[in-house]
């Protein structure tokens, strides 16, 4: 009984990991089956409790005391006033709607049948989506590198370079349990230009790059900083198949060539994907754009991106990607809504920071969220300074 048992279960994963693969490797998708998965977790979500909408602004600071305080104090309170109410609720886990149920422990006002259907979504999750993500999350780096490997035999051509890449990222994608929707596809970026996009997760090139269409011939530029680790090790990996352009944010030179790098291939080729908030943010809000690629004659491609936290934060907020990857295989899923938007150019009044602005609004109204006055180095020179 027990070897049948596992016999069964073994070959449930096998069979569930196989056709993943082979449907990423044709061009092909589950179809409506992920659909269908999300309704039936939000059924079971909304049999639970909402979850307490907690107010992190605390109200602590006296008017009385203020009268006898300096100007610099005052200052240093508004400042503080600032990144406690409008940028630290952007680097905080994603605020949700529903019991999301993705802890491993059951809270104690629920009742017996809740506390069952918690612990076998617990068993869920972790016999069966656990493994199955980790499987695809391995094959994806080992082909990856298989395919890095031919091109110290032979070149390969920009449609081989271009399928590996958008296979590598489909497989990597699935293994963080993505289910996406891409919206407005006419407005897919084109060459020449530079594509932009609000920013939750390093894991955003790969979420973008996977709804390139299969059969094409160039997907994107992919730039970031330079990181070690796991995401070093992608980053190295990527290079051997699409173009790439890494940056040491904290050296000047390095940015300024980085700059200059993009602004030169957005020109001619391209496009370039950037994230020109600069930071990885939960999606309740846009943080400012960087102003510095938004020059004359540059074709901008806004792209929106809103998730669904209740089935799993796409956000990265651990101190280390690991464990992030595990939690983001442990979730239900990471549901990105993708919209491309109409290109923009600079017009002719318009400077630099204006231009900038206007395509953080355009996209902060795309994902249905506010755009955030300030930019998330307030919040990390504050705090980690």
């Not at 020109?276 to 004359?296: D, M, T």
Request: hydrophobic content about 40%.
């Amino acid at each position: 009984m027990v070897i049948s048992t596992l016999y069964l279960y073994g070959s449930i994963l096998t069979l569930s990991y196989f056709l993943t693969v082979f449907l990423i490797f044709c061009g092909l998708s589950w179809g409506d089956i992920p659909r269908w998965y999300l309704h039936v977790i939000s059924l079971i979500q909304g049999y639970f409790p909402r979850p307490e909408i907690k107010n992190s602004a605390e109200e602590d600071e006296k008017e009385e005391d203020e009268k006898f305080k300096t100007s610099e104090e005052l200052a240093e309170d508004e400042l503080k006033r600032i990144i406690d109410t409008t940028i630290a609720p952007c680097f905080t886990t994603a605020p949700t709607i529903r019991a999301t149920l993705l802890g491993f422990l059951a809270e104690k006002n629920w009742n017996a049948v809740q506390k069952t259907i918690f612990y076998i979504g617990v068993v869920f999750r972790v016999c069966f989506l656990l493994p199955v993500r980790f499987a695809l999350l391995i094959t994806s780096f080992v082909f990856v590198a298989l395919a890095g490997l031919q091109t110290a035999f032979r070149t390969l051509s920009d449609h081989e370079k271009t399928w590996v890449a958008l296979v590598y990222c489909r497989l990597f994608c699935s293994s963080m349990g993505l289910v996406a929707n891409y919206k407005n596809p006419q407005h897919r970026p084109k060459k020449p230009g530079v594509a932009v996009s609000n920013h939750m997760t390093p894991n955003d090139i790969q979420i973008l790059f996977a709804g390139t269409p299969h059969g094409s011939t160039y997907g994107y530029v992919v730039t970031g900083q330079k990181h070690t680790g796991i995401i070093g090790v992608i980053e190295h990996l990527t290079e051997k198949l699409c173009p790439s352009i890494w940056v040491e944010r904290k050296c000047s030179n390095d940015r300024q060539g980085f700059l200059a790098e993009i602004l030169k291939i957005a020109k001619t080729t391209g496009p370039v994907l950037l994230f020109p908030e600069g930071y990885c943010s939960n999606n309740s809000k846009v943080l400012q754009f960087r102003k510095a690629i938004f020059e004359e004659n540059i074709n901008i491609y806004p792209i929106a991106i809103r998730q669904s936290p209740e089935f799993g934060d796409g956000f990265w907020y651990e101190n280390e990607f690991f464990q992030y990857l595990v939690r983001a295989m442990l979730n239900w899923a990471v549901v990105y809504d993708i919209q491309y938007l109409p290109m923009e150019v600079r017009r002719e009044s318009e400077t630099n920071t204006a231009f900038a602005a206007r395509i953080q609004q355009i996209v902060a109204q795309a994902a249905g969220v506010p755009a955030c006055g300030y930019g998330g180095n307030l919040w990390y020179k504050t705090w980690y300074s």
